[in-house]
């Protein structure tokens, strides 16, 4: 079955770097698109960044500049660069991948200091 399975948070303070990683599993990771989702305490889920089957990536706007999103198919790894860190950075990050239905990580907690 599909399982999605992100590392990597933490906390640190304003303009600090973190690396997120998703490790994938039960599907033909190098063929779909792989995305990153955060959720902030009481706001909705919103979207980051996507990469796709071919390596192409968009960012949302909040993190344009400052987020990069990688892919490393023989490991069906996806990541997220996360640098230049503010406080609403703050939020649990997701993997997810479409196949059919929606497919999502448990999450990973990304914490920012002022």
């Known amino acids: 079955q599909v399982q999605l399975v992100e590392s990597g948070g933490g906390s640190v303070e304003t303009g600090g770097s973190l690396r997120l990683s998703c490790a994938a599993s039960g599907f033909t990771f190098s063929s779909y698109h792989m995305k990153w989702y955060r959720q902030a305490p009481g706001k909705q889920r919103e979207w980051v960044a996507v990469?796709?089957?071919?390596?192409?990536?968009t960012y949302a706007d909040s993190v344009k500049g400052r987020f990069t999103i990688s892919r490393d198919n023989a490991k069906n790894m996806v990541y997220l660069q996360m640098n230049s860190l503010k406080p609403e950075d703050t939020a649990v990050y997701y993997c997810h991948t479409f196949i059919m239905a929606n497919y999502w990580g448990q999450g990973t907690q990304v914490t920012v200091s002022s």
């Open positions: 990469i796709t089957s071919g390596n192409s990536s």
